[in-house]
């Protein structure tokens, strides 16, 4: 009998340890809803947390759907850090199938950063979700994952504050490069007319008017109406060039180019870095590609 009890206590051990926390035993797995905060979090987390992404690079993180490898991936996952206001509509199915295991942390939401509103399109008036092209946006966001990651593992709390120091003084370094990029455009060409009017976080924080053809990637992308607008624009105003993004067809861009007898440049990276062999591989390069992109199409000075 005493045999018996031995064995049940031991069972009893086992399913009680299984049923704690993952993370209490083994690294802390965490997922980032698309490639620029998986960047972001992994600046802050380190070698010491496992972070994996859900949208892979190249891929439009609004018109995403969940697929098998993300389901089961999310399954084993303890933290999801998502951008929010809208940005990601397939969220929805994450929050339906989480548990008290998940910790979703909407990370636009939480950042201590003035939100704009969407300028045109489906959702205007709707607090705008691009708030990273802003390098002060990205701090914003690394304060809000190392304050997350420290809280789920607090005896590795000052090593995530360290690397989000060092995070934010590279971001200050790299918002004063692209100013300084940026300074030779003249005045009067400092127009980033694109598909999707994800510049606008960009365009406060270095004097440009920033435009879209639509709102936001997941609404009717390049309707009548809409082409209609923009072509009446461009007959009052003509900007040095137009410019197309890396995950949105240039289709829409490319015939109000040829209407207007504008060129097109680009493509600028909004919503996804590019491959590591790419002009876009990481957040910085991203915003160093774009503010040159920008530099040549719209009459920067150049170097004496």
Known sequence: ????FTWVWALLFVALISAAPAYANTTLRVIASFSVMEELVKRVAGDTVSVNVIVPRGEDVHRWELTPPNVLALEETH???YNGLGLEP????VEAMSDDQL??????????????TISTGQYKGEPDPHMWMDPEGAAAYIDVIAETLAEHLPEQADAFYARADEARRALNNLNQAVKERLEGIPQTNRTLLTSEAGFGYFARAYAFDAQGVWGVNHETQGSAQAMAKISEQLAEKRPPALFFESTTPSIHMDALSREASLPLAGPLYVDSLSGEDGPAANYADMLRHNAEVMHTALGGATAE
Do not use: G, N, Q
């Open 79 to 81: 933290i999801v850090f």
């Open 1 to 4: 009998m005493s045999k018996w």
């Open 103 to 116: 910790t979703l942390v909407e990370v636009a939401k939480k950042a201590d950063y003035t939100p704009l």
């Open 90 to 93: 397939w969220i929805r199915h």
